[in-house]
């Protein structure tokens, strides 16, 4: 079964720094691009970083640049967030995503909460 | 990077068709073939049920279909079920492997 399980997320004061997980499975991770996308409860969703099957390429959102970093292990069939300077409005719950020509598979997401 | 316009919320009741539209500019769903959609429950994670602007994934109903005209692009559900109550987010490639999405549409089944 395909599916990518998140992991990480919590409670944590502004300016604080989190580190989030996505371990898939039941796919050749090595072969796809990976993302993650976060929503804010009620809202829409957002687009937040972007990493190549190889790593070579990353990008992110205007809103989280120079504040997050997104890596892979690709021995590990593992993704990852590292989220630095956390602002309140950082707050939602954060998804990694496959990146095909759409996002087509999800993981259940793990929330993260910025809060004094 | 700014957000696709999708309309807040639409009704349809049951056996109706409906049409979301998503609108973005030329530089996202006016350059890119790449617009998708998604369907997402309270409390779950969104599925994907339109790529490349028009095709659905296997095991998606024939009665969601997506077009697109321009910088806009629409998704038609046809032969409304209550089960479609959900709500729906519209995403565009946006070059250099980034990507943009619409603020998501409730959509009520009557």
């Known amino acids: 079964e395909v599916q990518m399980v998140e992991s990480g997320g919590g409670l944590v004061q502004p300016g604080g720094s989190l580190r989030l997980s996505c371990a898939a499975s039941?796919?050749?991770?090595?072969?796809?691009?990976m993302s993650w996308v976060r929503q804010v409860p009620g809202k829409g969703l957002e687009w937040v970083s972007y990493i190549s099957s190889n790593s070579r390429n990353i990008y992110y959102a205007d809103s989280v640049k120079g504040r997050f970093t997104v890596s892979r292990d690709n021995a590990n069939n593992s993704l990852f967030l590292q989220m630095n300077s956390l602002r309140v409005d950082d707050t939602a719950a954060y998804y990694c995503a496959r990146v095909w020509v759409a996002f087509d598979i999800w993981g259940q997401g793990t929330v993260v909460t910025v809060s004094s | 990077q700014s957000a696709l316009t999708q309309p807040a919320s639409v009704s349809g009741s049951p056996g109706q068709s409906i049409t979301i539209s998503c609108t973005g500019t030329?530089?996202?769903?006016?350059?890119?073939?790449?617009v998708s959609w998604y369907q997402q429950y309270p409390g779950k994670a969104p599925k994907l049920i339109i790529y490349?602007?028009?095709k659905r994934p296997s095991g998606v109903s024939n009665r969601f279909s997506g077009s697109k005209s321009g910088n806009a692009a629409s998704l038609t559900i046809s032969g409304l079920q209550a089960e479609d109550e959900a709500d729906y987010h519209c995403c565009s490639y946006a070059g250099s492997s980034t990507w943009v999405f619409g603020g998501g549409t409730k959509l009520t089944v009557l």
């Open positions: 490349e602007g028009t």
């Open positions: 030329s530089s996202d769903v006016g350059s890119y073939n790449l």
């Open positions: 039941g796919f050749i991770f090595s072969s796809y691009g």
